[in-house]
């Protein structure tokens, strides 16, 4: 039987990277990736989707969404960030104020799953945001943003000091996106695709190298994909 997968998105950037990197990436690896969903940001079917801000919305948008589809061939995974994370998600692992460390993260995971109690279902959440995987590459960056290279040098001497790009951290100003931001002008407005056509450029192996929470999240579906 074929083995399926469905990434539930926080927005467009993650979207993209998903339907145009990961599904190629994975089906190698004998996963067949589903087409992904959107955030859930109302209760209501037909409301706006994109963002990680309703808790309540997305889990009965989840729980939907394995009722739906019973197949033990098919498994279910997130890919959310933690920046600006609902606070009842955060409460769900004990916490009252963000998570920045691996260990607090992980906690968080583990107690969006316990909600559900279904096996099928895997919970990741970026550490602190998906722009980490572009700070893995600069050269990727400055070949997309060429006509940004003084802020995109002055970015990569900002973050020299971290150990990953997934260290980088939560303030206002300095998450990931916020340094894009002030090293590129406008990247808000195209965020999703210049993002695919950073990590394109750079290779998922490159952004893996240096983001080993990512790379572990992807290991755990080709290690799947590998079982008989």
Known sequence: MKKRLKIYCEGQTEEMIVNRLLKGHLYVHGIHVERPVLAATSLDPAGQRGGFVNWTAIQFDLSQQFAADPDQNL?????????????PVLNLGGFNSPVTSTVDIETVERAIEAVFNEPRFKAYLQRHELEALLLADFDALEWVFHRHKPGLQQLRVDIVGFASPEDINHGSTTHPAARLST?????????????YFVLAHAGLETARAKCPRFNSWLSHWENWGAQA
Do not use: H, Q
Request: glycine share 4%; no cysteine; proline share 4%.
């Open 75 to 87: 498994r279910f995974t997130t890919l959310l960030d933690t920046y600006v994370m609902p606070i």
């Open 183 to 195: 090293a590129v002008t406008g990247y808000e407005d195209l965020k999703a695709s210049n993002a």
